[in-house]
């Protein structure tokens, strides 16, 4: 079965710089698919956070910015704020799935 | 702007099918160039893709979950709807409506408006 692999959780102290890792195979990253990243905050829908590997759409904070190399992509957050805890989910087209697949998700605590 | 809004029931028996609609507002599913998704959270868990549609008709199912998904558009209704068959315990979750955004083809594909979510449990 296909998956794309984060940490379950991550923490940071406000002003300091947190990555999240994404770690897929060569069904999904390593095949040169596009890694998005979505940002869900308590209790509401999620909300796009990096598409297309690197861009962010208008409105999200140049705190973030993604990347990707091989079969894996991080996120990073810096300059780390309280409004910043949230689930974070990568996401990739699969080969094998033939469609989209999301990360299990990372939970962010802002210390 | 165009923002998205999913309705149904709360609760679904087993064995029954889930039926959600989600409405379009701000914009036209017909006026092309998105395809619209389905796709869950069970209950403290990460995001499972359903499926998607375009304004035509054409959609693509995830093959996980075999022939029970059945997704439609209503374009007169600027609204698409979600039939899931066959409900279990295993179907309560959080679904969400979204729109797609990307490129020509699939593989870049992502989510770029989602609705509010409707929870759906099932149990008798």
């Known amino acids: 079965q296909s998956v794309l692999t984060q940490p379950p959780s991550v923490s940071g102290a406000p002003g300091q710089r947190v990555t999240i890792s994404c770690t897929g195979s060569?069904?999904?990253?390593?095949?040169?698919?596009?890694v998005h990243w979505y940002q869900q905050l308590p209790g509401t829908a999620p909300k796009l956070l990096i598409y297309?590997?690197?861009n962010r759409p208008s409105g999200v904070p140049d705190r973030f910015s993604a990347s990707k190399s091989g079969t894996s992509a991080s996120l990073a957050i810096t300059g780390l704020q309280a409004e910043d805890e949230a689930d974070y989910y990568c996401?990739?087209?699969?080969?094998?799935?033939?469609?989209?697949?999301f990360g299990g998700g990372t939970k962010l605590t802002v210390l | 702007q165009v923002q998205l809004q999913e309705s149904g029931p709360g609760l679904v028996k087993p064995s029954q099918t889930l039926s959600l609609t989600c409405t379009v507002s701000?914009?036209?599913?017909?006026?092309?160039?998105?395809?619209w998704s389905w796709i869950r959270q069970h209950p403290g868990k990460g995001l499972e893709w359903i499926g998607y549609?375009?304004?035509?008709?054409?959609?693509y199912n995830n093959p996980s979950l075999k022939s029970r998904p059945t997704i439609s558009v209503d374009t007169s209704k600027n609204q698409f709807s979600l039939k899931l068959s066959s409900v279990t315990a295993a179907d309560t979750a959080v679904y969400y409506c979204?729109?797609?955004?990307?490129?020509?083809?699939?593989?870049?594909?992502?989510?770029?408006?989602w609705g509010r979510g409707s929870l759906v449990t099932v149990s008798s």
């Open positions: 979204a729109r797609v955004s990307g490129r020509g083809n699939p593989y870049d594909w992502y989510f770029d408006l």
């Open positions: 701000g914009g036209s599913i017909s006026s092309g160039g998105y395809f």
């Open positions: 549609i375009y304004y035509s008709g054409s959609t």
């Open positions: 297309g590997n690197s």
């Open positions: 996401q990739s087209y699969d080969s094998s799935l033939s469609g989209p697949l």
């Open positions: 060569s069904s999904n990253i390593g095949a040169g698919y596009d």
